[in-house]
């Protein structure tokens, strides 16, 4: 029978955790910058393009699971989010996959602006997932209107069709991946490869 993740405090000092069966515990802005261990913030790309603090790396909660295989789980995890709930969400998942040491921000990215934590200010593009339905309706809307000259122009509809289907079955959209390499999305921070719901 396989041992409970066994949580223990990690060398911060000052820090509170989350132990294995207790409410979750939150460190303070001021005790991240004691931190030690990864940063992880869990909102979505678009989100994080936009704000953000320094040493924060992005990583989807849709994702997390799957990044965090390649991690040490001895090293400690600090996670957060824009207020918390979602940081809360992925203590917990980290938790079960067996992470030794993992904390959330109290009060997220909202928490750091008003503790006077430098925030990197970006504009960001439009989400991957709405360029994608702006440029699928784009092409259609060609499609049929070239239609009423040759009729072989549906064979396009049928294309994207076929590929917004695909997009959504699998998670994979090559039009995301695409325009995910467009001159004004490459500024983005690097993350896992888009899908078509990469906005999210």
């Excluded at 913030?41 to 994080?48: A, G, I, S, Y």
């Excluded at 989807?60 to 809360?88: F, H, I, N, Q, T």
């Excluded at 439009?126 to 009423?148: C, D, E, K, W, Y």
């Amino acid at each position: 029978m396989c041992a409970a993740p066994r949580w223990v405090t990690a060398a911060m000092g000052g820090g509170r955790y989350m132990k294995q069966g207790e409410t979750m515990r939150k460190v303070s802005v001021s005790e991240m910058e004691r931190w030690s261990g990864k940063v992880i913030d869990v909102r979505n790309l678009d989100e994080f393009v936009g704000e953000r603090i320094e040493r924060a790396e992005c990583v989807p909660l849709d994702r997390l699971l799957k990044a965090a295989s390649a991690w040490d789980p001895s090293e400690p995890v600090l996670v957060m989010c824009k207020s918390g709930v979602r940081s809360e969400q992925a203590a917990r998942q980290l938790a079960e996959a067996g992470f030794a040491e993992v904390a959330m921000l109290e009060g997220g990215l909202e928490a750091c602006k008003r503790g006077g934590v430098n925030v990197i200010r970006q504009r960001a593009p439009m989400p991957i997932f709405r360029q994608v339905m702006v440029a699928a309706g784009l092409i259609l809307l060609t499609s049929l209107l070239l239609a009423q000259i040759d009729a072989r122009w549906l064979w396009l509809t049928g294309f994207v069709g076929f590929g917004l289907t695909v997009g959504g079955w699998t998670g994979f959209c090559p039009m995301a991946k695409l325009l995910a390499w467009m001159p004004w999305n490459r500024a983005r921070p690097a993350v896992t490869e888009p899908t078509c719901c990469s906005g999210n």
